[in-house]
């Protein structure tokens, strides 16, 4: 991976084998980041996504294998409890142009990954709803 920094919005390169979470806690981690919004698109041929079922409270995840463009990649970075939080969707396309996508749980890049985060002053945690059962912002 690499990235540059350019004001308040970092550009950064995702490399071949490399999992596009740990990367982008890796720069949030490394920049301080508190608050940003990211998008990306890129390559993957091993992902893992979830679907949220709101009568049960309870995230199921289907993972693919196989030849995949991230058609798009979008969600927030933030905090939870003061430490590093992220909440990432993520939808791809195989060769047939079939997409399938959710709540992105891995991804590994199969060959790039061209990521944009703009950062926002401020902090934005987050803390579980019982309700809900997710982590929402609490203002």
């Known amino acids: 991976?690499?990235?540059r920094k350019f004001n308040n919005t970092i550009i950064?390169?995702?490399?071949?084998?490399?999992?596009?979470?740990?990367k982008i806690k890796d720069i949030s981690i490394k920049?301080?980041?508190?608050?940003?919004n990211v998008n990306a698109?890129?390559?993957?041929?091993?992902?893992t996504v979830g679907?949220?079922?709101?009568?049960?409270k309870k995230y199921y995840s289907n993972t693919f294998k196989g030849d995949f463009e991230i058609v798009s990649l979008t969600g927030t970075i933030n905090t939870m409890n003061g430490e590093f939080y992220t909440h990432i969707h993520m939808s791809a396309g195989d060769a047939?142009?079939?997409v399938f996508g959710g709540h992105l749980n891995r991804a590994i890049v199969s060959a790039t990954c061209e990521i944009?985060?703009?950062i926002i002053e401020g902090t934005v945690d987050r803390q579980l709803d019982e309700e809900i059962g997710l982590n929402l912002f609490q203002f």
Do not use: P, Q, S
Not at 31 to 36: F, P, R, V, Y
């Open 12 to 22: 950064a390169r995702i490399d071949k084998g490399e999992e596009i979470l740990d």
């Open 31 to 36: 920049e301080n980041i508190k608050l940003a």
């Open 1 to 3: 991976m690499e990235y």
């Open 41 to 47: 698109l890129g390559a993957t041929n091993d992902f």
């Open 96 to 98: 047939d142009g079939k």
């Open 51 to 56: 679907v949220f079922k709101t009568a049960e």
């Open 116 to 118: 944009v985060i703009h």
